[in-house]
């Protein structure tokens, strides 16, 4: 019987068979999830300097460049690999931009997962979503500034992992790749967090009511 091969399972098989147009095709395919990582990620105060697309951009060279090697050693799954040169290039940007400046902030030192966190901030803005009225306007700032506050509550891997699991709707089994721990213990920790973050938001309830 043969074997129907998805989409991108066809280009990651394209990709480890060492074909130079798989690469930039697997790239595309997964943009859009690897701009919401950017988008989570990227410093606020590099905000009107930098945006996701430039991001992408310079980590599509990187990722061309570098797709031999990982062809004949690849270590991680393609889609964390693609993730992980992108988030590289998000660390080198923002060592550029802010420079001394980076030593200043503890948000900015890499975490477990060897990327720059997201901040508080930008995980808020994600929940809420956007509005367009001004009444509307003044109740998601209420919200985004509890929710701020709430995240900044959790311990910085609890933070971490909701941000892998919820946010950049990473697997388990990838969540736990990432931070080199087993996947129960992934599993079991981002349920806690998941807990912990519910738990704080249920001491307002007010905030949330319409």
């Avoid at 929710?147 to 941000?163: F, Y």
């Avoid at 697997?171 to 806690?192: C, D, F, P, V």
Wanted: aromatic letters at 6%; charged letters at 25%.
């Amino acid at each position: 019987m043969s074997v129907v091969w998805s989409g991108s399972e066809l280009l990651k098989r394209r990709l480890l068979e060492g074909d130079p147009r798989a690469s930039l095709e697997l790239f595309e395919y997964y943009r859009s999830r690897l701009r919401r990582m950017v988008r989570l990620r990227l410093d606020h105060r590099l905000q009107g300097r930098l945006d996701p697309s430039d991001v992408l951009q310079e980590a599509c060279v990187d990722v061309v460049r570098r797709a031999p090697q990982y062809a004949s050693n690849p270590t991680m799954p393609p889609y964390l690999w693609l993730r992980f040169l992108t988030g590289q290039r998000l660390l080198a940007l923002h060592r550029k931009h802010l420079g001394a400046k980076m030593r200043d902030a503890g948000q900015e030192i890499p975490l477990h997962s060897g990327l720059p966190p997201a901040s508080s901030a930008s995980l808020a803005a994600d929940v809420l979503g956007s509005t367009s009225t001004p009444s509307h306007a003044a109740i998601r700032l209420e919200r985004q500034i509890f929710l701020q506050e709430a995240l900044n509550l959790m311990p910085p891997l609890d933070r971490e992992i909701l941000t892998l699991r919820h946010f950049e709707e990473l697997s388990n089994n990838e969540t736990a790749h990432l931070l080199g721990i087993q996947k129960a213990a992934a599993s079991n920790r981002y349920m806690r967090a998941l807990k912990r973050l519910k738990e704080i938001l249920a001491t307002h309830p007010e905030v949330f009511k319409e």
